[in-house]
Each structure stands twice: as structure tokens, then as C-alpha cells.
């Protein structure tokens, strides 16, 4: 990801091994990161079970939150593709009990958000 990109807003996809590597401690047993994407600072890692949001905070990201949303809470999810014009991609997801969404990113053309929209569907419609 370039430094245009990232002072951008938008984001890229990482290995899911470099992710297992940094956060396998965050995760249960039976759990493994299947998809990752880093913005900034900040990643969403989306495991078996669960979406996982690293918000790295202060000048230094030594402070993180970590934000776990189950798959069977969210309760819906849109994505809007890239344009000619409009070069990112957004991802909005809703959990239930929340009339706006809880999660609204952009992510640069380079990223598939096809994957990315099939990873949810995949857990979420369960």
C-alpha cells in the first residue's frame, strides 16, 4: 500500500498468515484468520467466526482497541465498486439493534471487494 493511499483513507489486503502470525493470540482455538485488510493503522481481520476491527490509537499505536462483531449479529452489509471516477470501494455493515451502520470503510481500487463481499455473505448467511 502506498503512502498516498494510506493518507487516502483506503486500504489493502494482507496475508492472512502475516495476520495469523500478529493476532493468532486474539483468537480461539477453533479459530483462523481467513481474510485480512489493513487501513492506515488499522486492520479488519475476518475469521471463521467473527470480524475482528484493530484500531491502533495514539501517535505511537501502542494503545489498540480491538471491536469482535459475531457474524450472526450483523445484520445486513452493502458494497458500492470503484467507478471511473470514483476510484474506492465502500464496505457499510450493520449489526442488529443499530439503525445506522457500525462499520463504514473505503478501500482502494486494488482490492477485490467481490472477496471481500464473499467472505461476509459466506458467514453471515449461515
Do not use: C
Not at 74 to 91: C, P, V, W, Y
Request: charged content about 20%; cysteine-free.
Amino acid at each position: 500500500m502506498g503512502i498516498f493511499d494510506g493518507l487516502m483513507g483506503n486500504a489493502s489486503e494482507i496475508s492472512a498468515d502475516q495476520a495469523q502470525q500478529e493476532f493468532g493470540h486474539l483468537l480461539a482455538s477453533s479459530e483462523r484468520i481467513e481474510k485480512s485488510y489493513v487501513l492506515i493503522r488499522d486492520l479488519f481481520l475476518f475469521t471463521n467466526k467473527r470480524l475482528i476491527l484493530v484500531d491502533k490509537q495514539g501517535l505511537t499505536g501502542k494503545k489498540v482497541s480491538y471491536l469482535s462483531i459475531p457474524y450472526h449479529s450483523i445484520t445486513r452489509f452493502s458494497i458500492e465498486t470503484a467507478g471511473h471516477f470514483d476510484l474506492d470501494a465502500e464496505l457499510n455493515i450493520w449489526v442488529s439493534g443499530q439503525e445506522m451502520p457500525i462499520v463504514q470503510k473505503q478501500f482502494n481500487k486494488k482490492l477485490n471487494i467481490y472477496d471481500l463481499q464473499s467472505v461476509l455473505a459466506e458467514y453471515v448467511l449461515r
